[in-house]
């Protein structure tokens, strides 16, 4: 099983790449990881995985400067169905838009727009930073099987997900209101927080994912 982590200039990618590989050796799954800025690469993965940090258009820019990887991309995951994961700004890079300093066309894979965090409480900073409990209903989706009880998550971001259907939105997290923490539809997924920061409940997603078959 080849997963290709996309390599866009966006971050550090190994902390990443490091706790897939993890999951996929103890779980023996038999998987290649591989972080890779070859389009041809991505075409031919059995799971794309699209990690992101900084400004939503410095990240889409990114991705556009990669000869080819945006059809590449589509190719493996929007033609033939593979499956995706997008992580913090790579889950947002799914929307229809990205309002972080103007206004930037995403993907397009699921529908919505990205916003700024805009807390009810004042003494809630923003960027929302750290650890925070997610919640869910129990057995609504793959990715979030056995996370156990109470599950935190590791977040640092200052813009969240809003879908334009509720039934995308799989997990939320409360900051001065609900901000979304976990996206999917079909063989698509993302999360907001960083499963390569979230210990034990990060390798579970990973896990999960790896294993799911939409």
């Not at 499956?83 to 990205?98: D, E, N, Y």
């Amino acid at each position: 099983m080849l997963v290709a982590i996309v390599d866009y200039g966006s971050g550090n990618l190994r902390s990443a790449a490091k706790a897939f590989e993890r999951v996929a050796a103890e779980q023996n799954l038999g998987a290649d990881i591989q972080v890779t800025a070859d389009a041809d690469l991505v075409a031919k993965a059995d799971r794309v995985v699209l990690p992101g940090v900084g400004a939503f258009g410095d990240c889409r820019a990114g991705l556009e400067a990669l000869d080819g990887m945006v059809q590449a991309m589509r190719e493996a995951v929007i033609d033939k169905g593979r499956p995706f994961m997008g992580i913090c700004v790579g889950m947002q890079l799914m929307a229809t838009t990205g309002r972080e300093h103007g206004t930037h066309q995403g993907l397009d894979w699921i529908a919505g727009e990205v916003v700024a965090i805009t807390p009810s409480d004042p003494a809630l900073k923003v960027p929302h930073m750290g650890w925070n409990e997610l919640a869910w209903v129990p057995g609504s989706h793959p990715l979030l099987d056995d996370l156990g009880e109470n599950p935190h998550a590791y977040f640092v971001h200052s813009y969240r997900f809003q879908c334009a259907d509720d039934r995308h939105q799989l997990a939320r997290v409360s900051y001065g209101g609900p901000i979304t923490a976990v996206i999917g539809r079909d063989n698509m997924v993302g999360t907001q927080f960083h499963p390569e920061k979230s210990q034990a409940t990060g390798l579970r997603v990973i896990a999960n994912f790896l294993r799911w078959n939409p």
